[in-house]
């Protein structure tokens, strides 16, 4: 910990990477943290090699600057990633009222909420968390069974059963439940087919799900946004937001639960995190579920990169992993001190305020150009830079571009077309997008039940 103010430069420089490269629709920091990755093992000078925390405090910087900055393309762009799709619909809603800069500043605000939630949360993690998931631990199966349960259920009442007929009413009652359903057992198809068999090149084995949530949830809002010929009016940028104390309490504490939900159970995303935070403080005010969606954001990829540097005799099991980034980064080093945890905290807070001030730095830029640029062109563009984006990540992984990389890059577009197909159908028929998120929390609930192995052979997948 001696060069302290190094770790610290390699923070500053996360964040501010990222405040302006996640302004860029599709871009998630766990397929840039694979590229940076990629680079490092061509490049050993990126990072220190005698100062492993380096990369940590990098890429900490990085995912706390995601949790807040990603508000950008899916309120303004319409391109959300898994984690920001229930911002989109009441983003929308401030967008077409000219009050787009306030909901992006009411996400942001609840991002430092979150933060804030973190910090007095910190000593339930050393001392309850652990004791928790001693209990919890062996029937984790269960409890993701029951999500996905509270998942289907809660698609319940839809429609109004009107009509002259009974087939009118029975169609009326049924056709965005039988699209959720079918969505949902889709995409948890699509999701087991994906765990079981490489459909990406080896290499690119660890962003195998990159194509997959892209062609979900961006890719298809992309083109939802190009076919809807939507016209957004000027948008007014104020210097205050409309915001009391009560509010405020009403939208931290269910985001606080969802991100918390998320953050700690396997294959819970963000998305579904969102949704069970949503449900808590849904229809009286757009504020509370708009900024109790900035919470769950911030809560849930700060809280499981977090959960990694709680030092590993907390726990009986030696530690916790929780997200990919921890996955992606534990082969290079694993924090045993607890000032390490103290001292990647104050990263987290530090990256939280710069990123506050970027987002709306940035904010402000870019109603500035969606004012000049027609909203369908910026949409064109959104959607090429997203699949130029997947087209060359197996070569940016590989650092190389010859003839299997581009045919890699053709087979990671061809996963992503299908992903796109999957995420259009609740658009479509207007049923929730959250059943896309079955794509990976089915297919974990099933391997940790331990049916996993017998149910790939009965498919041919093992």
Sequence with gaps: ??????????????????????????????????????????????????????????????????????????????????????????????????????????????????????????????????????????????????????????????????????????????????????????????????????????????????????GLFAVSSLISAILSKQKIPKQHVGNDIDLDYKTMWKGWMPGCIGGTLAAYLPGVTGGIGGLIAGHACAQRDDRIFVMSQGVSKVVYYTGQFLLFFIPPYFFLSGGLKRGGMAINLSPFYKPVLLQEYFFIFGIVIMAGCISFLLLSFNSKWIIKVIAKVPYQQLSYASLAIVIVMVFFMPAMIEGAINGSVLLSGLQVIGVMCVSTCLGLIPIFYHCRRSNCMAVIIVPICISMSGYGPGLAQLLGLG
Excluded: C
């Design 1 to 214: 910990m001696e060069n302290w103010i190094i770790i610290l430069l390699y923070a500053l420089a996360g964040t501010l990477l990222g405040g302006f490269l996640f302004v860029i629709p599709s871009i998630h920091f766990l397929n840039f943290s694979g590229v940076v990755i990629a680079l490092w093992g061509h490049y050993h000078g990126l990072f220190p090699l005698d100062q492993p925390l380096t990369l940590f405090a990098f890429f900490m910087g990085m995912v706390v600057s995601f949790g807040i900055m990603n508000t950008i393309p899916s309120m303004f762009l319409g391109a959300p990633d898994e984690s920001a799709v229930f911002v989109v619909l009441p983003g929308a809603k401030y967008m077409l009222q000219g009050k787009g800069y306030e909901g992006a500043m009411l996400t942001g605000l609840g991002g430092l909420l979150g933060i804030f939630f973190l910090a007095i949360f910190t000593p339930f993690f050393f001392f309850g968390l652990p004791k928790l998931h001693v209990i919890l631990g062996p029937h984790m199966h269960w409890i993701l069974a029951l999500i996905i349960v509270y998942m289907l259920m809660s698609e319940w009442p839809k429609g109004t059963g009107k009509g002259d007929t009974w087939w009118e009413k029975f169609k009326g009652a049924w056709a965005n439940l039988f699209a959720g359903i079918v969505t949902f057992a889709l995409s948890a198809f699509m999701g087991f087919i994906i765990f079981n068999r490489t459909m990406v090149p080896v290499k690119m084995g660890f962003q195998g799900l990159l194509p997959v949530f892209v």
